[in-house]
């Protein structure tokens, strides 16, 4: 043995999600990476600078308003804030995915059905339960595959266009 259990250490009710939770996991951080880059390309390559304004407490409006002053139109445009607001929707679902309690279901009829369970941060906590499929984590893993080309074309396409401008 490798120092690797031969088995999955969870129950068997979860052992269905830990491959789609998995590239949750992976995508989020390259898509988060990669939006990482687009900021810091929208800022003119000031990495410092995007870590603080992702920070904010209103990072996706002021990324938004400095994706409308790129110039792009159409489809570019579209395609790209709405990227960045599925991304922050999208975020939300991980974050319950990954921090909140999971727990099978024991009603009758139910035994494969799986729920997580956890709280939100306002004044009142409220709480929130959900019962995610196999399918649901599998998309939202597939969602943060496409935002992260998404991110990395257009941070791409930015610095290739800086660049340029530097060298004239």
């Not at 969870?10 to 990476?33: H, K, M, S, T, W």
């Not at 998309?139 to 791409?156: D, I, N, P, T, V």
Request: proline letters at 3%; a negative charge; aromatic letters at 8%.
């Amino acid at each position: 043995m490798d120092g690797q259990p031969e088995d999955d250490l969870v129950d068997e009710f979860f052992r269905p999600y830990i491959r789609a939770l998995g590239n949750v996991v992976v995508l989020f951080a390259q898509c988060e990476a990669d939006l990482l880059s687009l900021v810091a390309e929208l800022q003119g390559g000031d990495e410092i600078e995007a870590i603080r304004l992702l920070k904010d407490e209103k990072a996706k409006d002021k990324i938004i308003a400095l994706v409308g002053g790129l110039g792009l139109s159409g489809f570019d445009l579209e395609e790209l804030v709405a990227g960045i607001g599925q991304f922050w929707s999208d975020k939300e679902v991980r974050n319950r995915l990954i921090h909140d309690d999971w727990f099978p279901s024991l009603e009758e009829g139910e035994l494969e059905k799986v729920g997580t369970r956890g709280l939100t941060r306002k004044k009142v906590p409220e709480v929130i339960i959900k019962w995610p499929s196999v399918d649901d984590v599998w998309s939202l893993a597939s969602r943060f595959k496409e935002l992260k080309y998404l991110f990395s074309h257009r941070a791409w396409a930015l610095s290739r266009a800086r660049r340029s401008d530097s060298d004239e």
